[in-house]
């Protein structure tokens, strides 16, 4: 999949950052937890690594899967090899995910559905961008995490869409700002920082992506006519989008859509 995901990279106009997450959930042919993690650690990392086939490194951090503890250490581990951490934090209970996350410099501590005023503190600590993932409650019917209240303690939020086919099969971020409004009561203008500016910084390329501007890549959409921002989010089944343009070159846009 990694190596897949750089060839995406090297053969379309898109830009790719590709993440590691072999630590999400221990096999079952694993009598030992341990065993796994030394896995990850001494074999896996050194052949990502020697391919350099990610950017990042990434641990489900969370309670039956692997503990804060554990998540360091193997963040930690892929230091050396210059993965940069992220951290799949707080999904189902506060899990020590966001703590860890801030402690190793992750650029982005995804999910947070489960969040409270300790970590909202820890969060404003650091650099680290908290990453909602509403897709993925809305597809298990879990809890949204509280954007309002992250927005409203002064930090900024990211929007993605955690598009996997177990937990989020849907890859719209349309729909992800739909959500982000009408769920977890986000502005449009708060739902588009977070989809675009915001997420560029969570991705490492706020100099070259996120916004309108001289010296950046031109990708962007143009709208219909009569189109007004607050569309995007609630008109949740529109069809808004006249062209999309990669690079300063329009593309067929059901692809990039």
Do not use: W
């Not at 869409?161 to 890859?171: C, I, M, V």
């Not at 808004?240 to 692809?255: A, H, M, T």
């Amino acid at each position: 999949m990694l190596r897949v995901g750089r060839r995406i990279g090297e053969e379309t106009p898109l830009t790719v950052k590709t993440t590691f997450l072999g630590a999400h959930a221990i096999p079952k042919e694993f009598e030992h937890r341990r065993d796994y993690i030394d896995l990850v650690v001494n074999e896996m990392i050194p052949a990502v690594a020697a391919e350099s086939l990610a950017d990042y490194i990434d641990v489900f951090c969370e309670n039956g899967f692997f503990t804060a503890s554990e998540t360091e250490e193997i963040l930690m581990a892929a230091e050396p090899y210059s993965l940069v951490p992220k951290v799949h934090a707080n999904q189902l209970g506060i899990s020590g995910g966001v703590e860890v996350g801030v402690k190793t410099n992750a650029r982005s501590v995804d999910h947070l559905e489960c969040l409270g005023d300790d970590q909202i503190e820890v969060l404003k600590g650091g650099r680290t961008m908290p990453t909602l993932l509403p897709g993925s409650a809305f597809f298990l019917n879990n809890s949204y995490p509280p954007a309002r209240k992250i927005i409203d303690s002064g930090l900024p939020v990211a929007l993605a869409t955690d598009y996997n086919p177990g937990s989020a099969p849907a890859g719209k971020m349309a729909f992800m700002t739909s959500l982000a409004c009408i769920k977890m009561r986000m502005t449009p203008q708060e739902a588009i920082n977070a989809a675009t500016i915001n997420g560029a910084y969570a991705m490492d390329v706020l100099d070259s992506h996120g916004s309108i501007a001289k010296g950046k890549r031109a990708s962007f959409i143009i709208a219909k006519p009569n189109f007004s921002l607050a569309q995007i989010p609630y008109s949740f089944t529109g069809d808004f989008i006249s062209k999309v343009f990669i690079d300063g070159n329009e593309e067929y846009r059901n692809y990039y859509e």
